[in-house]
T-cell receptor
Framework: GQQVMQIPQYQHVQEGEDFTTYCNSS?????IQWYKQRPGGHPVFLIQ?????EVKKQKRLTFQFGEAKKNSSLHITATQTTDVGTYFC??????????FGRGTSLIVHP | NAGVTQTPKFQVLKTGQSMTLQCAQD?????MSWYRQDPGMGLRLIHY???????DQGEVPNGYNVSRSTTEDFPLRLLSAAPSQTSVYFC??????????FGPGTRLTVL
């Protein structure tokens, strides 16, 4: 199926540094969802973006949807050890079942 | 509400054995799906259902069967387990156009 590509696969940061993960598609997306999975846990929904150029914030997390609706990003300001985990983007297809990227694993060093 | 529940949490099988992973949701969601998660591969869709009595294949369906006789339940059957099916399996549900809710996962090892 049509996938979304996520980069980077891994990111090591020192606590307090910023972090960004990117999600790219070769085709226009109707929407993009972001999920977080803590180590040993299950994915948990963070947010859904629908509109071109949309920007949403959740405390230190900023989500963007590109103007062409082909890419999205998640930016974390001043990372904390609680941010550790894998962040997935997902596109929703015609079946309303999301297709997930491979995820970006964030490792925060105290 | 319990959300999405999965049983068992852990399972060890021998090659060739069959088993059923159970999944249930109490949110009256039309859509349910099964994913497998392997290191570096993200979440790959095995099978999904858009309502009771309707199922379809995802990206990696071979070796697995599903059925959806009720809105609540969506079991995943491994017909003849193989070591390549060692993975973490997640069941999820959602309503149309909205977020997916995931179960806690089943960690399966096939020897």
């Amino acid at each position: 199926g049509q996938q979304v590509m996520q980069i980077p696969q891994y990111q090591h940061v020192q606590e307090g540094e910023d972090f960004t993960t990117y999600c790219n598609s070769s085709t226009t997306l109707s929407n993009i969802q972001w999920y977080k999975q803590r180590p040993g846990g299950h994915p948990v929904f963070l947010i859904q973006l629908v509109k071109s150029g949309e920007v949403k914030k959740q405390k230190r997390l900023t989500f963007q949807f590109g103007e062409a609706k082909k890419n999205s990003s998640l930016h974390i300001t001043a990372t904390q050890t609680t941010d550790v985990g894998t962040y997935f983007c997902a596109r929703s297809g015609g079946s309303y079942i999301p297709t997930f990227g491979r995820g970006t694993s964030l490792i925060v060093h105290p | 509400n319990a959300g999405v529940t999965q049983t068992p949490k852990f399972q060890v099988l021998k090659t060739g054995q069959s088993m059923t992973l159970q999944c249930a949701q109490d949110m009256n969601h039309e859509y349910m799906s099964w994913y497998r998660q392997d290191p570096g591969m993200g979440l790959r869709l095995i099978h999904y259902s858009v309502g009771a009595g309707i199922t379809d294949q995802g990206e990696v369906p071979n070796g697995y069967n599903v059925s959806r006789s009720t809105t609540e339940d969506f079991p995943l059957r491994l017909l003849s387990a193989a070591p390549s099916q060692t993975s973490v399996y997640f069941c999820a549900s959602n309503s149309r156009g909205n977020e997916q809710f995931f179960g806690p996962g089943t960690r399966l090892t096939v020897l």
